[in-house]
């Protein structure tokens, strides 16, 4: 019965993953289709048909509607917050591995509290906040509070990392009389590139797609970032919405070369490892 069963799903397997793929690419196609037509050819049925004729005006109208300006702050928070959270967490990790201090291990603790906590509970008093120092409408209102939500999946990656570090190495360099910041630049980055550049990629993804936090902390153009990007495109009564797929298209080519190249190490940072 068994080898009937298993001789049967051998024989379907390729057909569930043709299906598969094809439930998983529609949606793409369907964005890069629609960014392509008028407005008046997307409201003729059916809505994933080819159009009866190709333009890039939807392009264009995104170009020209401060893309560029949009695309730049999205750089500038994505890439901060990269950078901050890698940097913050492998110093924590290294805290919390390394000590033997109650403070450390009780902060780590914390962190793993921080996965309890969901942004949307706290935008109340991120709004507050970013009111009273003076931060709101501002890029930093965006970028502070999304290192905070990058640190504990961050801290806990990196902790199982530096764990696998044998300990005789940290041992002969302090022997050696390396210090704390010595270590972590000789010893510690190295064993740990490969998280450190996997993390620092996932959190710019994550930050990269944020629209809660833009969305509640700022309001200015000047300001936006992509996932806002398409307002520009939604009036009182109407939407563009081959516009809108143009603007979600352009949004979304750095996460998918991103994605293309670095998904193996990502997956291979999350399991934890030095190999």
């Known amino acids: 019965m068994k080898e009937a069963v298993a001789s049967v799903m051998r024989k379907l397997a390729p057909f569930l993953v043709l299906g ?4 998983a690419a529609f949606p793409v196609y369907y964005i890069v289709v629609t960014s392509l037509k008028t407005q008046a050819d997307y409201l003729k049925p059916p809505p994933w048909a080819f159009p009866e004729k190709w333009t ?32 913050l967490s492998l110093l924590v990790a290294y805290g919390v591995v390394r000590s033997s201090s109650r403070v450390f291990r009780g902060g780590f603790y914390l962190f793993i509290l921080g996965f309890a906590i969901p942004a949307q509970a706290t935008v109340i008093s991120l709004y507050t906040l970013a009111r009273s120092v003076g931060l709101y409408d501002t890029l930093w209102a965006i970028i502070l509070p999304l290192v905070g939500f990058a640190m504990p999946v961050t801290v806990i990656v ?34 740990s590139l490969r998280a450190v550049l996997s993390m620092g990629l996932f ?18 153009p000047e300001v936006r970032v992509l996932p806002m990007a398409v307002w520009a495109f939604t009036g009182e009564f109407t939407i563009n919405v081959p516009a809108v797929m143009a603007a979600v298209t352009l949004s979304a080519l750095p996460l998918i070369v991103a994605y293309v190249f670095a998904r193996r190490e990502i997956l291979n940072a999350l399991r934890g490892g030095l190999v």
């Open 203 to 220: 959190n710019f993804i994550g930050a990269w797609n944020a629209l809660l936090f833009p969305l509640i902390l700022t309001q200015s």
């Open 158 to 191: 990196f902790s199982n990392f530096l764990r696998e570090i044998p300990p005789a190495l940290f041992e002969a360099m302090a022997i050696e009389g390396a210090g704390h910041l010595t270590i972590l630049r000789h010893l510690v980055l190295p064993l």
């Open 20 to 23: 598969w793929v094809v439930l």
């Open 56 to 87: 890039l005006e939807n392009y264009r109208a995104v170009l020209e509607s401060g893309f560029l300006r949009y695309f730049s702050n999205s750089v500038w928070v994505a890439t901060t917050v990269a950078i901050a959270s890698v940097a």
